[in-house]
């Protein structure tokens, strides 16, 4: 069983910076995809971004050129750089991972808290 663990969630004010890391239990290179998810209060989890195969990335609307997803393979672990940080990307943050379709691996969430 991979675990999951997030770090890097902090509280920033707006317009700030935070890098997000997950570090697996095991080689990353057994995952199909891997991406970031977030919960705000009384909100549904949405995949915030999303990288697969070949490096491919997608990212929902509301980040597209403020945060940034990479892996290092030698390192196992998963990054997520966030610029221009606003109070609506206040969340818990999620690092997930799928072997296949399904998003089989879950961290245990970090809190990001942006004051305006």
């Known amino acids: 069983q991979v675990q999951l663990v997030e770090s890097g969630g902090g509280l920033v004010q707006a317009g700030g910076s935070l890098r997000l890391t997950c570090a697996a239990s095991?080689?990353?290179?057994?995952?199909?995809?891997m991406g970031w998810f977030r919960q705000a209060p009384g909100k549904e989890r949405e995949l915030v971004a999303r990288?697969?195969?070949?490096?491919?990335?997608s990212y929902v609307d509301s980040v597209k050129g403020r945060f940034t997803i990479s892996r290092d393979f030698s390192k196992n672990t998963l990054y997520l750089q966030m610029n221009s940080l606003k109070p609506e990307d206040t969340a818990v943050y999620y690092c997930?991972?799928?072997?296949?379709?399904?998003?089989?691996?879950w961290g245990q969430g970090t809190q990001v808290t942006v004051s305006s």
């Open positions: 990288i697969g195969t070949g490096s491919f990335t």
């Open positions: 997930a991972a799928t072997i296949h379709t399904i998003w089989d691996y």
């Open positions: 095991d080689t990353i290179l057994k995952f199909n995809a």
